[in-house]
């Protein structure tokens, strides 16, 4: 399958400081990208769909300033938490969408990055 | 009703078994199922996808898809120990490529 890489794999950071996680295709070129959100023993949630060089698309209750996405090239997508809070503790997953050459297409996600707000 | 539907477990199988895995969507347009497998601490890996009724085989998996009755299953033939973890099954619409996950199925295989 494809390749996604996150960076960093982990983060620790302060309550109020801002923390930005970038989500890289390698193998191949993705216009889009998703961002997922997954707290402990729960399922993944889908927070925004990031499209390049256009603006992301958020779900409903997804706060677009706190969570700013950015997709400025084919093959990278950022996620950047401002002002972050405990509670904006998770594990952030991002996936490719990969064109089967069809109607078909599959998501191939990265690591994902766990992110501890004290 | 939640839109894809799984039975948490734990499933419990001893090694060399079959494991059987369902999910029941609720939108009758879906046309794309997977089934990711999710290792604790980890993101979720592709295993299958399953576009139209009926079975697919890969390796030691089937995917079933029943588009009448709006389920779909997973099948793990000579079930191993490294195969314990938590199968999420996951839906796209008709329209765009979201996946809507299910809460996933977490199994155990016994040595």
């Known amino acids: 399958g494809a390749v996604v890489s996150q960076h960093p794999s982990w983060v620790i950071c302060k309550s109020g400081t801002s923390v930005k996680i970038e989500c890289r295709s390698l193998?191949?070129?993705?216009?889009?990208m998703f961002w997922y959100r997954q707290f402990p023993k729960q399922s993944l949630m889908l927070m925004a769909t990031s499209n390049e060089g256009s603006k992301a698309t958020y779900e409903q209750g997804v706060e677009k300033d706190k969570f700013l996405i950015n997709h400025a090239s084919l093959t990278l997508s950022t996620l950047t938490v401002t002002s972050a809070h405990p509670e904006d503790s998770s594990f952030y997953i991002c996936?490719?969408?990969?064109?089967?050459?069809?109607?078909?297409?599959?998501?191939?996600f990265g690591p994902g990055t766990r992110l501890t707000v004290l | 009703q939640k839109e894809v539907e799984q039975n948490s477990g734990p499933l419990s199988v001893p090694e060399g078994a079959i494991a059987s895995l369902n999910c029941t969507y609720s939108d009758r347009v879906s046309q794309s199922f997977f089934w990711y497998r999710q290792y604790s601490g980890k993101s979720p890996e592709l295993i299958m996808s399953?576009?139209?009724?009926g079975d697919k085989e890969d390796g030691r998996f089937t995917a079933q898809l029943n588009k009448a009755s709006q389920y779909v299953s997973l099948l793990i033939r000579d079930s191993q120990p490294s195969d314990s973890a938590t199968y999420l099954c996951a839906v796209v619409k008709a329209a765009g490529n979201k996946l809507t996950f299910g809460g996933g199925t977490r199994v155990l295989v016994k040595p």
């Open positions: 399953i576009y139209s009724n």
């Open positions: 996936s490719a969408l990969v064109l089967a050459g069809s109607s078909y297409n599959e998501q191939f």
């Open positions: 193998d191949f070129q993705a216009t889009t």
